[in-house]
């Protein structure tokens, strides 16, 4: 099955502990991407990658890193999380940035809590 | 600025009518329209995705239409039925962003 697989679903953690937030697609797309949404805020970019090894930055990248070292993968790191941001994410793929010819296809979220 | 505005904010009908949401955007300059469904706490389910040369898209009970010179897409549900409650999203990637810019959703509750 063509998917976006995001891992943990749910992420408890404290102030200041790094964490990864992993993603992976299984349909060879090119452009990966991640978001985030908040209440009254919506879906806002935090960074996407165009293919492997290029990735740049989205609306909101700080306090974020992500890495592209497979075309299957780009996990969203949080070197220094703060309550801030606490949010539900989402990892999303397409086959290029415009999401033609078959749109964009998005992970189950990863709901994370920073205390 | 590049937005999409969703109208109302949310909607509650009763099962079995039909109903339209609405999508607006601010520039025509777009590649297509993609409609999701989200359910609470949930992921992002594709329903359609219109090109922008597309007039309409249909999926069983959905019918997607765009009118990009008007900057304009409506959901229609037809027959509407519980299991349809949820927030409906649409989201345009405008030329020139390598982004989804995504509205603020309708969150429909259909009533039995």
């Known amino acids: 099955e063509a998917q976006v697989t995001q891992n943990p679903r749910y992420l408890i953690t404290v102030t200041g502990k790094k964490l990864t937030v992993t993603c992976s697609q299984n349909?060879?797309?090119?452009?990966m991407s991640w978001y985030r949404q908040d209440p009254g805020l919506g879906l806002r970019q935090i960074y996407y990658?165009?293919?492997?090894?290029?990735?740049d930055k989205g609306d909101v990248p700080e306090g974020y890193k992500v890495s592209r070292k497979e075309k299957r993968n780009f996990p969203l790191i949080l070197e220094s999380p703060s309550p801030n941001q606490t949010s539900l994410y989402f990892c999303?793929?397409?086959?290029?940035?415009?999401?033609?010819?078959?749109?964009?296809?998005f992970g189950s979220g990863t709901r994370l809590t920073v205390v | 600025k590049q937005e999409v505005t969703q109208i109302p904010a949310a909607l509650s009908v009763p099962e079995g009518e039909n109903l339209v949401l609405n999508c607006s955007f601010t520039?025509?300059?777009?590649?297509?329209l993609q409609w999701f469904r989200q359910d609470p706490g949930k992921g992002l389910t594709s329903l359609l995705l219109i090109q922008s040369s597309q007039r309409e898209q249909t999926s069983g009970r959905l019918n997607a239409s765009l009118d990009k010179s008007s900057g304009r897409s409506t959901l229609y549900i037809a027959a509407s039925q519980p299991g349809d409650s949820a927030t409906y999203l649409c989201a345009v990637p405008f030329m020139g962003n390598e982004k989804l810019t995504f509205g603020t959703g309708t969150r429909l509750t259909i009533i039995p």
């Open positions: 990658s165009m293919n492997v090894e290029v990735t």
């Open positions: 999303a793929s397409s086959l290029g940035s415009t999401g033609a010819p078959y749109g964009y296809t």
């Open positions: 520039d025509s300059a777009i590649y297509n």
């Open positions: 349909m060879n797309h090119e452009y």
